[in-house]
């Protein structure tokens, strides 16, 4: 019998991969490490804010 895998969510910042629970703890911390990284390159290579994708749950289901 195939076992089912946990389901992930992938931190929209850093790309790894957090449980439901976690994701929610994850995420500001990885976004504030974010800005400390980005904020500590020269001017020229620093990158706009990543945006946390929206979540189209009415499209899924549409498709469905």
Not at 6 to 29: A, D, K, L, T, W
Request: hydrophobic share 30%.
């Amino acid at each position: 019998m195939l076992q089912r895998r946990p389901c992930f969510r992938v931190c929209y910042i850093c790309g790894r991969e957090f449980g439901s629970q976690s994701i929610s703890i994850h995420e500001p911390q990885c976004l504030e490490k974010w800005h400390t990284e980005n904020n500590q390159l020269p001017r020229h290579l620093r990158r706009a804010e990543p945006r946390k994708p929206e979540v189209l749950t009415d499209m899924i289901i549409k498709t469905m």
